[in-house]
């Protein structure tokens, strides 16, 4: 009785988003072995076996496991299937790109982005952008599943690592390969895991205005910068800022919306946060409504005094 | 080139869904329902590539219950030259959804399947990466670019850290995300064209296919509900509020 969590990483780092689908792996009340599949990932593999809770790390090395794509992640999950009874990953773009894959071959039907587990067959998993709450018992024998972080802690260092084994690939012809990545470059914390959001919509009017008007508030708090699917449509921020049902997931200490009116895809991506803010000239908006504090007024006057009032 | 297309119908967009008092699942009668806003995106990006001469016929493929069937003449209004729909009043899941398209695939022979990357109703977001798994075909998953030049597709992809550009070899599946394109609106003409247009309807049986669910739905619940919010007059005060509720 083991359960296998695919980790999502860059080969130099493990991503918060692997330790929070560790406490929900670690749920299911079974060993976890953590996998790495990955390029020269030595280091994201140690990285994993300081995690509480991993009894072993599975490190598979090999140039065709780069980047993460679907076709060799996916064979090398399956291969390494038959000791599992579940098999868990985060519901990151990469996990949410590997994993079907892997339960179909595995002819096991997966579920998708669970938010509590109620028994190690049985979870809670939202539907309709979160606005209803589905239980699932899940029949297959083999349990595939992937994690929403927002709604796990993320499992901390422990005190002794697990041991690192290191696993054969048979790199296999996949049909596809890797040709190009922009990732955006920041120092601010990264999006699904800071502990405040600051995120603004199209009232923001201009890529020149949101960067102008959020992003030095966002640095005062030490925020990662969010931003509506409006905003990100209409070129104002890049797509990978997009917090909402099909972006993003969040679930902040503090989230401040500032000039977005709360769409339900948006609300589907935020909702969960501990405290929401929202600045917004019209009181009436969806954000208002689910909104714990609401500051109504032009954001270009009101920004500038929360700036003052912060100090 | 024959690009095959599979689209959902689901609860309009713009509607919120109601969770049903008995917690057997939200209410679907009297409610809008329209196709799923990526597989339109889907449909869309296939005409795309009709009108610039990449693909040769766009046949566009649905499951589920007969009314559904109206979201293939949707399909027709936009341009797609043929559809097969595969009636069941059963609930399908992403795993049978994707053996049943397999079966198809088997059939016609499409050089590439775009997908939606996820319906808005169960939100699961698999139907594409299983039915690669199942071809052993390659896979670009949340696509907001997509570019084919004979055997080969580009496609730029959105991940968490930004964009990636992948290169397939076709045959190839491709899931769209948000930003592939904006689906244009149906003229009035080809929506009475598409009215008089044949479907082939078929059952999961007639492909030998089981499609019972390896899920039981236990229960379907209302989200939590969040507590009231207040309204302050100044930035000051929500700096103070904030302060006293331990998030500053």
């Given at each position: 009785?083991?359960?296998?969590?695919?980790?999502?990483?860059?080969?130099?780092?493990?991503?918060?988003?692997?330790?929070?689908?560790?406490?929900?792996?670690?749920?299911?009340?079974?060993?976890?072995?953590?996998?790495?599949?990955?390029?020269?990932?030595?280091?994201?593999?140690?990285?994993?076996?300081?995690?509480?809770?991993?009894?072993?790390?599975?490190?598979?090395?090999?140039?065709?496991?780069?980047?993460?794509?679907?076709?060799?992640?996916?064979?090398?999950?399956?291969?390494?299937?038959?000791?599992?009874?579940?098999?868990?990953?985060?519901?990151?773009?990469?996990?949410?790109?590997?994993?079907?894959?892997?339960?179909?071959?595995?002819?096991?039907?997966?579920?998708?982005?669970?938010?509590?587990?109620?028994?190690?067959?049985?979870?809670?998993?939202?539907?309709?952008?979160?606005?209803?709450?589905?239980?699932?018992?899940?029949?297959?024998?083999?349990?595939?599943?992937?994690?929403?972080?927002?709604?796990?802690?993320?499992?901390?260092?422990?005190?002794?690592?697990?041991?690192?084994?290191?696993?054969?690939?048979?790199?296999?012809?996949?049909?596809?390969?890797?040709?190009?990545?922009?990732?955006?470059?920041?120092?601010?914390?990264?999006?699904?895991?800071?502990?405040?959001?600051?995120?603004?919509?199209?009232?923001?009017?201009?890529?020149?205005?949101?960067?102008?008007v959020?992003?030095?508030l966002?640095?005062?708090?030490?925020?990662?910068?969010?931003?509506?699917?409006?905003?990100?449509?209409?070129?104002?921020?890049?797509?990978?800022?997009?917090?909402?049902?099909?972006?993003?997931?969040?679930?902040?200490?503090?989230?401040?919306?500032i000039g977005?009116?709360?769409?339900?895809?948006?609300?589907?991506?935020?909702?969960?946060?501990?405290?929401?803010?929202?600045i917004n000239k019209?009181?009436?908006?969806?954000?208002?409504?689910?909104?714990?504090?609401?500051l109504i007024g032009d954001l270009f006057t009101i920004i500038p005094e929360l700036d003052k009032a912060?100090? | 080139?024959?690009?095959?297309?599979?689209?959902?119908?689901?609860?309009?967009?713009?509607?919120?869904?109601?969770?049903?008092?008995?917690?057997?699942?939200?209410?679907?009668?009297?409610?809008?329902?329209?196709?799923?806003?990526?597989?339109?995106?889907?449909?869309?990006?296939?005409?795309?590539?009709?009108?610039?001469?990449?693909?040769?016929?766009?046949?566009?493929?649905?499951?589920?219950?007969?009314?559904?069937?109206?979201?293939?003449?949707?399909?027709?209004?936009?341009?797609?030259?043929?559809?097969?729909?595969?009636?069941?009043?059963?609930?399908?899941?992403?795993?049978?959804?994707?053996?049943?398209?397999?079966?198809?695939?088997?059939?016609?022979?499409?050089?590439?399947?775009?997908?939606?990357?996820?319906?808005?109703?169960?939100?699961?977001?698999?139907?594409?990466?299983?039915?690669?798994?199942?071809?052993?075909?390659?896979?670009?998953?949340?696509?907001?670019?997509?570019?084919?030049?004979?055997?080969?597709?580009?496609?730029?992809?959105?991940?968490?850290?930004?964009?990636?550009?992948?290169?397939?070899?076709?045959?190839?599946?491709?899931?769209?995300?948000?930003?592939?394109?904006?689906?244009?609106?149906?003229?009035?003409?080809?929506?009475?064209?598409?009215?008089?247009?044949?479907?082939?309807?078929?059952?999961?049986?007639?492909?030998?296919?089981?499609?019972?669910?390896?899920?039981?739905?236990?229960?379907?619940?209302?989200?939590?509900?969040?507590?009231?919010?207040?309204?302050v007059?100044s930035a000051?005060?929500l700096?103070?509020?904030?302060?006293?509720?331990?998030?500053?």
């Amino acid at each position: 009785m083991t359960t296998l969590l695919l980790a999502d990483h860059d080969n130099a780092t493990l991503g918060s988003a692997t330790a929070r689908a560790l406490s929900a792996a670690r749920e299911l009340g079974a060993d976890v072995h953590v996998l790495i599949a990955g390029s020269n990932a030595k280091p994201a593999a140690e990285a994993a076996a300081k995690l509480e809770g991993v009894a072993k790390v599975l490190l598979a090395d090999d140039p065709s496991l780069d980047h993460q794509r679907a076709e060799p992640a996916a064979a090398l999950v399956v291969a390494l299937a038959k000791d599992y009874d579940a098999i868990v990953a985060p519901a990151t773009s990469s996990g949410k790109n590997i994993l079907p894959r892997a339960a179909a071959l595995l002819d096991v039907m997966q579920i998708s982005d669970i938010i509590k587990v109620v028994a190690p067959n049985t979870f809670e998993r939202p539907i309709y952008a979160g606005n209803a709450i589905e239980t699932v018992e899940s029949t297959d024998t083999k349990k595939v599943i992937t994690v929403r972080g927002a709604a796990f802690p993320a499992a901390k260092e422990g005190t002794a690592a697990a041991p690192i084994e290191t696993v054969a690939v048979t790199p296999a012809e996949s049909g596809s390969a890797f040709v190009s990545e922009s990732l955006s470059k920041s120092d601010r914390p990264e999006l699904t895991a800071a502990r405040i959001v600051v995120s603004g919509g199209r009232a923001l009017g201009s890529s020149e205005k949101f960067n102008e008007v959020l992003l030095p508030l966002a640095d005062k708090l030490h925020a990662a910068v969010g931003a509506s699917r409006a905003a990100v449509d209409a070129g104002y921020a890049p797509n990978d800022f997009q917090v909402g049902q099909t972006g993003k997931i969040v679930a902040p200490e503090l989230y401040i919306a500032i000039g977005l009116s709360g769409a339900i895809q948006h609300l589907a991506g935020m909702k969960d946060s501990k405290v929401i803010v929202a600045i917004n000239k019209d009181e009436d908006a969806p954000i208002v409504q689910i909104a714990d504090y609401s500051l109504i007024g032009d954001l270009f006057t009101i920004i500038p005094e929360l700036d003052k009032a912060l100090g | 080139m024959k690009v095959l297309v599979p689209i959902k119908q689901v609860i309009d967009a713009n509607v919120r869904p109601r969770v049903k008092a008995d917690g057997t699942g939200v209410d679907l009668a009297n409610v809008k329902l329209s196709i799923n806003p990526f597989c339109e995106i889907a449909v869309e990006e296939a005409i795309r590539l009709k009108e610039k001469g990449k693909a040769s016929e766009i046949v566009v493929v649905s499951i589920g219950p007969a009314k559904a069937q109206e979201i293939i003449r949707s399909a027709y209004a936009l341009g797609a030259d043929r559809g097969l729909f595969v009636e069941t009043e059963e609930r399908v899941e992403p795993l049978a959804v994707a053996k049943v398209l397999q079966a198809i695939i088997a059939a016609e022979q499409p050089g590439l399947v775009i997908l939606g990357k996820q319906a808005i109703d169960d939100d699961s977001n698999q139907t594409g990466q299983m039915l690669a798994g199942l071809l052993g075909w390659p896979q670009a998953t949340f696509a907001s670019k997509l570019e084919v030049d004979g055997d080969r597709a580009t496609v730029t992809r959105e991940v968490d850290g930004g964009l990636e550009t992948l290169a397939l070899t076709l045959p190839a599946i491709v899931t769209t995300d948000l930003r592939l394109n904006n689906p244009r609106y149906p003229t009035l003409p080809n929506i009475m064209k598409a009215k008089k247009k044949a479907i082939d309807v078929k059952k999961p049986e007639d492909f030998g296919i089981d499609i019972t669910p390896r899920l039981k739905v236990l229960k379907v619940s209302e989200p939590p509900a969040r507590k009231p919010g207040i309204k302050v007059a100044s930035a000051e005060e929500l700096v103070k509020d904030l302060k006293a509720a331990g998030v500053l």
